[in-house]
């Protein structure tokens, strides 16, 4: 029988791209920490620790914002994404201070991106059949890739306009009224959630058939295998944001960060859509591997990216395996422990990603300081590639598959 997909899967989709558009200020930071450095007189460490602090955030906010989610609504947790995001970007506007912006940019700003991210992709994934868990994760998920396709150049068009205050004001009072304006429309699951128009309720294929909670999957050594290649995919993508428009100017002698910044965009969401969709035919275990794969040869060349073009490249190839990490991470969660707790298993594992969020921006700016070149960071970066991918070695769709008849779960408290 035809699987059917319904008006409100639908929906869900599409508010979950549209709220994840409007979460693109963050990734812009390298253009807003340059201008830091050159308005401000802030070493790259300061300008960096804000963007690390955020991600940290981020990270471990993420529990936090799924509880809101899976306990009362999606669209309460978004709310306090809009608020956050306001007051964080206009105290930002009003202040110099690398102290408060620890505040206004590590922790409001960290709250209000995890509260919407981290509970968009999931509350689509509920609405969707089980065989488009990779596509749909990958989906709802772009739209945090492409924000920052479209928020360079608006950016970079407020900077030298109106300079760095009033940037950080209009972008804020924009993204509250929007992010606030469309979580109004953002539905919640309910038993109709895993509806496929063949059966009242789709078929569990996963792994642990939804019978761990957040807490009890931590007991188990796939959710720490996911948790670490999470952790290394999300290395290179993090210090590359956070640095990409110094390492163009130094390595190719480019004055030109906003359209690498649009570069990682296009890359990232179309390591997203592709990788996510691939791993619904290939299996997202294999897909993980072939992601490390390419990450690790990329990072091992790119001191040799000395031009616009080759930069360019190696930009887009590096953003597409980092931003694949997190479609994959929602589809591997799904394939092993169900629908039901992923967004509060995603929160937990997304801890890692705020800790290599933390290492990479700041140890490359550490290294850059002390140097004055960033070789020695793409090495570091690469090395941690080349961990992620043996540790997928250590898991795969057919040991998963071999062990659904004969694993024991155990009931939910």
């Known amino acids: 029988?035809?699987?059917?997909?319904?008006?409100?899967?639908?929906?869900?989709?599409?508010?979950?791209?549209?709220?994840?558009?409007?979460?693109?200020?963050?990734?812009?930071?390298?253009?807003?920490?340059?201008?830091m450095i050159a308005e401000y007189?802030?070493?790259?460490?300061?300008?960096?620790?804000?963007?690390?602090?955020?991600?940290?955030?981020?990270?471990?906010?993420?529990?936090?914002?799924?509880?809101?989610?899976?306990?009362?609504k999606p669209k309460y947790s978004t709310m306090l994404g809009a608020v956050c995001?306001?007051?964080?970007?206009?105290?930002?506007?009003?202040?110099?201070?690398?102290?408060?912006?620890?505040?206004?940019?590590?922790?409001?700003?960290?709250?209000?991106?995890?509260?919407?991210?981290?509970?968009t992709a999931p509350t689509a994934v509920k609405f969707w059949p089980e065989k488009y868990k990779g596509l749909v994760s990958g989906i709802g998920t772009a739209g945090v890739a492409l924000s920052s396709f479209y928020m360079s150049p608006i950016i970079n068009a407020l900077l030298n306009s109106v300079g760095l205050k009033?940037?950080?004001?209009?972008?804020?009072?924009?993204?509250?009224?929007?992010?606030?304006?469309?979580?109004?429309?953002?539905?919640?699951?309910?038993?109709?959630?895993?509806?496929t128009g063949e059966d009242a309720a789709e078929v569990d294929t996963s792994l642990y058939k939804n019978k761990?909670?957040?807490?009890?999957?931590?007991?188990?050594?796939?959710?720490?295998?996911?948790?670490?290649c999470m952790g290394c995919a999300a290395m290179s993508g993090q210090m590359l944001t956070a640095h990409v428009a110094m390492i163009s100017v130094m390595q190719a002698?480019?004055?030109?960060?906003?359209?690498?910044?649009?570069?990682?965009?296009?890359?990232?969401?179309?390591?997203?859509?592709?990788?996510?969709?691939?791993?619904?035919?290939?299996?997202?275990?294999?897909?993980?591997?072939?992601?490390?794969?390419?990450?690790?040869?990329n990072m091992f060349l790119f001191t040799r990216y000395t031009s616009p073009a080759t930069m360019i490249v190696g930009t887009v190839i590096l953003a597409a395996c980092y931003g694949a990490c997190?479609?994959?991470?929602?589809?591997?969660?799904?394939?092993?422990?169900?629908?039901?707790?992923?967004?509060?298993?995603?929160g937990y594992t997304n801890i890692s990603f705020g800790i290599a969020s933390f290492i990479g921006p700041m140890a490359a700016a550490a290294i850059v300081d002390a140097t004055g070149v960033y070789n020695q960071a793409f090495l570091v970066v690469a090395g941690f590639q080349l961990l992620g991918l043996v540790l997928a070695f250590t898991i795969s769709d057919k040991k998963i598959a071999a062990r659904k008849e004969s694993v024991s779960v155990p009931e939910v408290k």
């Open 1 to 35: 029988m035809k699987t059917t997909i319904t008006g409100v899967a639908k929906r869900a989709l599409v508010v979950a791209v549209l709220l994840n558009l409007c979460t693109g200020a963050q990734y812009c930071w390298s253009m807003l920490g340059k201008s």
């Open 41 to 72: 007189g802030w070493t790259a460490l300061q300008a960096s620790l804000p963007y690390s602090v955020l991600m940290i955030v981020a990270a471990t906010w993420a529990v936090g914002a799924a509880k809101i989610s899976e306990r009362w």
């Open 85 to 119: 995001m306001c007051a964080g970007l206009i105290i930002s506007g009003y202040t110099r201070s690398p102290i408060v912006m620890l505040f206004s940019v590590g922790l409001l700003l960290g709250m209000s991106s995890t509260s919407v991210s981290a509970v």
């Open 166 to 195: 009033m940037t950080f004001v209009i972008i804020g009072i924009a993204a509250g009224i929007l992010i606030g304006g469309l979580s109004l429309i953002f539905p919640t699951p309910g038993k109709e959630q895993l509806e």
């Open 212 to 228: 761990y909670t957040g807490e009890q999957a931590l007991k188990k050594y796939e959710f720490w295998i996911l948790f670490l």
């Open 253 to 297: 002698n480019w004055e030109s960060g906003a359209t690498l910044v649009m570069a990682i965009a296009v890359g990232n969401t179309a390591g997203r859509l592709l990788l996510g969709a691939i791993s619904d035919r290939l299996g997202v275990f294999t897909t993980w591997k072939a992601l490390f794969a390419v990450a690790t040869v």
């Open 326 to 346: 997190v479609p994959l991470t929602w589809a591997s969660i799904t394939a092993v422990f169900g629908k039901k707790y992923m967004g509060t298993i995603y």
